[in-house]
């Protein structure tokens, strides 16, 4: 059981490496961001960048490679949203306060230190994309490969730190699961209200 456990980072990394991969590929497609944060992608850009400093302070060297593929390909996203959307000066300076609150934390406490604060990222990182979500009627935009490769990725992560006893995983763990049904959720409610107005569309055409 053990040996199990202990490649659990590797799983959550292979999910992890191409997870944001499905969401940049329709919005490069289609230029669809209904239902998409900005806020979301350039704060899970920042903490992954922290969780980087956290996992290589750790001796967690098989977590770097999702942490580094998420801090790059979130950042990608945020670039690509902001070239579509216009981005509040507000959600910008939250972004850019988060990452130096990181470096703080980090400078002053080292690991326990930017381990703490990022345990607590997730909820700030991951309330843009679930409240985006829920407050747009169409979130045509949202992809479900993605959220799928992040409910895969942080439910290992999840159960790694309870295996490690690392409390700061458990949450990120656990946090993640819940923000990822979430947004599955919304995704495919949306997706079955439309396949059912369509159908009932096409009945009354038909009659």
């Given at each position: 059981?053990?040996?199990?456990?202990?490649?659990?980072?590797?799983?959550?990394?292979?999910?992890?490496?191409?997870?944001?991969?499905?969401?940049?590929?329709?919005?490069?497609?289609?230029g669809d961001t209904a239902g998409l944060s900005?806020?979301?992608?350039?704060?899970?850009?920042?903490?992954?960048?922290?969780?980087?400093?956290?996992?290589?302070?750790?001796?967690?060297?098989?977590?770097?490679?999702?942490?580094?593929?998420?801090?790059?390909?979130?950042?990608?996203?945020?670039?690509?949203?902001?070239?579509?959307?216009?981005?509040?000066?507000?959600?910008?300076?939250?972004?850019?306060?988060?990452?130096?609150?990181?470096?703080?934390?980090?400078?002053?406490?080292?690991?326990?230190?930017?381990?703490?604060?990022?345990?607590?990222?997730?909820?700030?990182?991951?309330?843009?994309?679930?409240?985006?979500?829920?407050?747009?009627?169409?979130?045509?935009?949202?992809?479900?490969?993605?959220?799928?490769?992040?409910?895969?990725?942080?439910?290992?992560?999840?159960?790694?730190?309870?295996?490690?006893?690392?409390?700061?995983?458990?949450?990120?763990?656990?946090?993640?699961?819940?923000?990822?049904?979430?947004?599955?959720?919304?995704?495919?409610?949306?997706?079955?209200?439309?396949?059912?107005?369509?159908?009932?569309?096409?009945?009354?055409?038909?009659?």
């Amino acid at each position: 059981m053990d040996g199990i456990v202990e490649w659990l980072p590797v799983a959550a990394a292979v999910f992890a490496v191409p997870q944001f991969l499905p969401q940049l590929a329709s919005l490069w497609r289609s230029g669809d961001t209904a239902g998409l944060s900005w806020s979301w992608a350039a704060l899970t850009s920042v903490s992954n960048g922290g969780w980087i400093a956290y996992f290589a302070l750790s001796g967690f060297w098989t977590a770097l490679v999702p942490a580094t593929s998420v801090t790059v390909l979130a950042g990608a996203l945020a670039v690509l949203l902001a070239r579509r959307v216009r981005v509040p000066r507000r959600h910008a300076a939250v972004a850019g306060g988060w990452a130096a609150l990181l470096a703080v934390a980090w400078a002053v406490a080292g690991r326990a230190g930017i381990g703490t604060a990022l345990a607590a990222s997730f909820v700030l990182q991951v309330v843009p994309s679930v409240w985006t979500a829920y407050r747009t009627d169409r979130p045509t935009g949202i992809s479900v490969g993605t959220w799928w490769l992040i409910l895969a990725e942080l439910a290992c992560f999840g159960v790694y730190g309870v295996y490690r006893s690392d409390p700061r995983l458990i949450v990120l763990g656990c946090t993640g699961v819940a923000a990822s049904v979430l947004m599955l959720a919304r995704a495919y409610r949306y997706s079955g209200c439309r396949d059912r107005a369509m159908n009932d569309s096409g009945r009354s055409t038909r009659s």
